[in-house]
């Protein structure tokens, strides 16, 4: 089972169980402390966590508070308590130095780190201080052009430091000079120097450990090295995208006292979020992520001219249906879009990998509709279908399977209660507002 369906399980137990007695939440607690160890996160951690719970839920309580409200409350807040809860990113840095082992994601997030500041007015410059591997300085090269940051980078000198001392040089009108270092397969003498070389070169007051999700039990070593070797003080946590869920590498980073600033979620360069514990923690259990999603559609609303409501909410039509489509994909694969809505789970694998070939071509099919037909879907029978594929140029078959999607995922909405049956024949399927209120009944037993 998974870190989330382990913790929302347990949350669950709580939720449901008919008297609230001892046995009740120790299975709770028990669950809980699965999913943590499963996630890599430090026994000892926790132990202090189970105990506090278990306190929480047999203290003595104030009148008027109800004990099931508050041992759930005391367990979420914990929970958000371990993983760090929110730290906004510092406003207007003016050095960032990037950090950590080979391919955990520094040059990567070099680029998107650059983009999220310089989409904030900020003049930003990015230093190839990798002079490790020779591939490094291209690839940081290519990411600032489409991060619009300006970059600097000297294959022909082999120091590190003196790459460094050149690049703040060159880069004296920049807002916010970014560093990409190079990265080791450990924690060796070698790397040690050459980062309190480049440290002490660079003289950031950002220093930022970039670590995967997926890197287990070593995250709590790992980040302690790098706290203890420059004083690192703030983290991103990359490959959140992936079946890992970063549990322990949180965990282990907030226990230096560094801050979780960003996490990447994917390999393009707007895959990159402010952390926020709650969000994470409501994501992970598979309660959707709203929030996120909806800064999302603001910002492909801002960037592509869309309008949100059409994105996410609207008349849920075979119209609207492309629309979305078509928008989702521009947010980023399907999957993930709906991962952040909560309904991940429930899209049939093969409507959440959707390619934009298949798109386009059911743009054609839904242009050769007529207004009604784009309406209500049910009027489509055998003789439309024939017409329709000929005027868009593709088998019966394909139409028939785009019917078939839509009303898949119309099935999925319906489940989630977000619309009912007599309101998607209307034509008036999902809204935001329906959503919203359908997360805020969620949020209800997450009291906060
Ligand atoms: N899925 C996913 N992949 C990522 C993410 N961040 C980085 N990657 C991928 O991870 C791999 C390594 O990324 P790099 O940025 O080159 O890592 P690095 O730390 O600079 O590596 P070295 O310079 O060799 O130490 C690349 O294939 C990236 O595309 C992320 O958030 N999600
Ligand atoms: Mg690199």
């Avoid at 367990?75 to 760090?84: A, Q, T």
């Avoid at 929030?291 to 559609?297: D, G, R, T, V, Y």
């Avoid at 028939?400 to 049956?421: H, N, P, Q, T, W």
């Amino acid at each position: 089972m998974s870190f989330g369906d382990s913790l929302r399980n347990a949350m669950e137990r709580l939720r449901n169980s008919s008297s609230l007695d001892r046995e009740t939440v120790k299975e709770a607690v028990k669950e809980i402390q699965r999913a943590l160890i499963s996630s890599d996160v430090e026994i000892a951690l926790v132990l202090k966590l189970s105990r506090e719970i278990e306190a929480a839920a047999f203290s003595d309580l104030p009148e008027g508070i109800d004990r099931r409200e508050h041992v759930i409350k005391t367990m979420h807040d914990r929970l958000i308590g371990i993983l760090g809860g929110h730290a906004s990113p510092p406003e207007k840095p003016k050095k960032i130095l990037l950090l950590g082992l080979n391919g955990n994601g520094k040059t990567t997030s070099a680029g998107k780190i650059a983009k999220w500041y310089s989409k904030r007015g900020m003049k930003v410059g990015l230093i190839a201080a990798d002079v490790f591997r020779p591939a490094a300085v291209e690839q940081l090269r290519t990411l600032a052009e489409r991060a619009k940051a300006e970059f600097y980078g000297n294959e022909n000198e082999k120091n590190s430091a003196k790459v460094v001392a050149q690049g703040l040089e060159k880069f004296k009108h920049c807002d916010l000079i970014i560093c990409d270092s190079a990265g080791r397969n450990g924690l060796d003498e070698e790397l040690t120097k050459e980062l309190k070389a480049i440290d002490e070169a660079f003289a950031a007051e950002e220093k930022w450990l970039v670590i995967g999700a997926d890197v287990g039990q070593v995250a709590k070593k790992q980040a302690q090295a790098f706290h203890d070797m420059v004083e690192m003080n703030g983290v991103v946590i990359t490959r959140m995208d992936g079946s890992a869920k970063g549990g322990g590498a949180l965990v282990a980073c907030h226990s230096t006292g560094a801050k979780v600033y960003f996490i990447g979620t994917g390999e393009k360069i707007d895959d990159l979020q402010e952390f926020d514990a709650t969000r994470y923690l409501s994501r992970v259990m598979g309660y959707g992520d709203l929030e996120s999603l909806l800064e999302k559609a603001k910002e492909v609303q801002e960037e592509e001219g869309l309008d949100a409501e059409e994105i996410i909410g609207g008349k849920f039509s075979l119209g609207a249906f492309h629309q979305q489509m078509k928008a989702a994909r521009k947010m980023g694969p399907l999957s993930k879009v709906m991962d952040m809505m909560g309904v991940g789970r429930q899209v049939p694998k093969e409507m959440a990998e959707i390619g934009e070939q298949k798109l386009d071509k059911y743009g054609y099919i839904i242009d050769s509709m007529t207004a009604q037909e784009r309406k209500d879907a049910d009027t489509i029978n055998r003789g439309r279908i024939v017409r329709i594929a000929k005027g868009a140029g593709v088998t019966q078959e394909e139409v028939r399977e785009l019917l078939k999607s839509y009303k898949k995922i119309g099935k999925v909405f319906r489940k989630l209660g977000a619309m009912d049956e007599e309101k998607l024949k209307e034509g008036s399927g999902i809204n935001m507002q329906k959503l919203q209120k359908m997360f805020a009944k969620k949020k209800k037993f997450r009291i906060r």
